[in-house]
C-alpha cells in the first residue's frame, strides 16, 4: 500500500519496494520568514509569494521515509503576518480562469481578448498616446501548469480542470508569535512542518495564475 512521505518539500506517494535511494526531494532545513520574504535556509532559496515559495523543490536527495524529520524554524526577526488579501471574483477582468481563455462556471462563457482601440483621426500624437494592448498567454489543454492556489502547488492539465480539482486555503497563512497557521479554517500550530501538515478546507478550479 502506497503512503505518503513525510519530508519537507516532497509530499509524494510511495511504497517500500519502489523507495530507491534519490527517489526523494527534500528540504532539510527549516524555512526563514523575514519583511515578506520566505526563504529556505538549506539552499537560500527564496521567493515573496508563499505558494511560489512552497512550489521550490527540495535541494536534497534520498529514499522517502513515513517519519517526520525535526524540522526547525530558522528565525531572523520577530514573526510577521504574511500580508496576503482575498479578493472576490465578480468580473471576467478579475477571474484568472477567463484571463487565460478558459470556460469559467461562474462567468459561463469564455473571455474574448480586447479589440485595439485605433483613433478615429489617427495622427502621430494620438497613436503615440495610446497604450499598446497586453498579449495574453494562449494555454494548451494539455500544457502541464502548476497550480499557485495556497496549499495546492500541484502540477495539472486544463483538459483535466474542474470545479473541486483543487483543495486549498482560500485564507492567508499567519505566522506571528510562533505561531502558524491558516486563517481560512482558524486553525494554528507551533512546528513549521505540523503548519505544513494542516489540510485544505476548500475546493474549487486549479489556477495557474493566482493572485
Not at 494555454?139 to 486549498?168: I, S
Request: with cysteine; glycine share 6%.
Amino acid at each position: 500500500m502506497a503512503v505518503r512521505c513525510q519530508r519537507i518539500g516532497c509530499d509524494a506517494s510511495f511504497t517500500e519496494d519502489d523507495n530507491a535511494d534519490g527517489s526523494c526531494r527534500y528540504h532539510d532545513s527549516g524555512p526563514i520568514f523575514h519583511d515578506g520574504m520566505k526563504e529556505w535556509s538549506c539552499c537560500k532559496q527564496r521567493s515573496h509569494d508563499f505558494s511560489l515559495f512552497l512550489a521550490i523543490p527540495g535541494c536534497k536527495t534520498g529514499k522517502h521515509t513515513t517519519e517526520k524529520p525535526v524540522t526547525k524554524m530558522v528565525s531572523a526577526s520577530p514573526q510577521k503576518a504574511v500580508p496576503t488579501s482575498i479578493q472576490i471574483k465578480t468580473t471576467n477582468d478579475s477571474c484568472s480562469r477567463c484571463r487565460q481563455g478558459f470556460f469559467c462556471s461562474d462567468h459561463g462563457s469564455q473571455v474574448k481578448l480586447p479589440k485595439p482601440v485605433v483613433p478615429s483621426s489617427a495622427n502621430d500624437d494620438q497613436i503615440k498616446k495610446t497604450p499598446p494592448v497586453p498579449v495574453k498567454k494562449v494555454v494548451g489543454l494539455d500544457e502541464p501548469q502548476t497550480c499557485r492556489n495556497k496549499g495546492c502547488g500541484k502540477t495539472f492539465k486544463e483538459k483535466d480542470n474542474h470545479e473541486t480539482a483543487c483543495e486549498y486555503h482560500p485564507g492567508p497563512a499567519i505566522f506571528h508569535d510562533r505561531i502558524r497557521g491558516w486563517k481560512c479554517c482558524d486553525i494554528h500550530v507551533k512546528e513549521f512542518d505540523e503548519f505544513m501538515s494542516i489540510p485544505p478546507c476548500a475546493k474549487g478550479w486549479h489556477n495557474a495564475d493566482a493572485s
